[in-house]
């Protein structure tokens, strides 16, 4: 079982960027898509983006296609959320999440793909 901690966030003014990361221990994280969501107050939880095992594919929610890109770095079990133009709608509790199946961007825009959540961090974009 994987164990995931997110960190990074923060209050940042609209325009500005973020790096988010997600550091997995327990198991390695090479094992897994890891998956970012999102969850705003009084709001469901909703889909970021995702990236393959071993990095070569991304989806992306059209809400943030072009401005955040997923990578990561399996030899320190780190998957990143790098956040560029941010915007006050970009304000939410960010998660990430470890799954092992991949699929079309349906199925991995879907929360129960995932097997492991982390504890989610804050971002607030203020206008």
Do not use: H
């Not at 994987?2 to 990361?21: C, F, N, T």
């Not at 897994?32 to 393959?52: C, D, L, M, N």
């Not at 470890?98 to 504890?119: H, K, P």
């Amino acid at each position: 079982q994987v164990q995931l901690v997110e960190s990074g966030g923060g209050l940042v003014q609209a325009g500005d960027s973020l790096r988010l990361s997600c550091a997995a221990s327990g198991r390695t994280v090479s094992s897994y898509a890891i998956g970012w969501f999102r969850q705003a107050p009084g709001k469901e939880r909703e889909f970021v983006g995702v990236i393959s095992w071993g990095g070569g594919r991304t989806y992306y929610a059209d809400s943030v296609k072009g401005r955040f890109t997923i990578s990561r770095d399996n030899a320190k079990n780190t998957v990143y959320l790098q956040m560029n133009s941010l915007k006050p709608e970009d304000t939410a509790v960010y998660y990430c999440a470890a799954g092992l199946q991949w699929g079309i961007i349906a199925a991995m825009s879907r929360v129960t793909t995932y097997d492991t959540w982390g504890q989610g961090t804050q971002v607030t974009v203020s206008s």
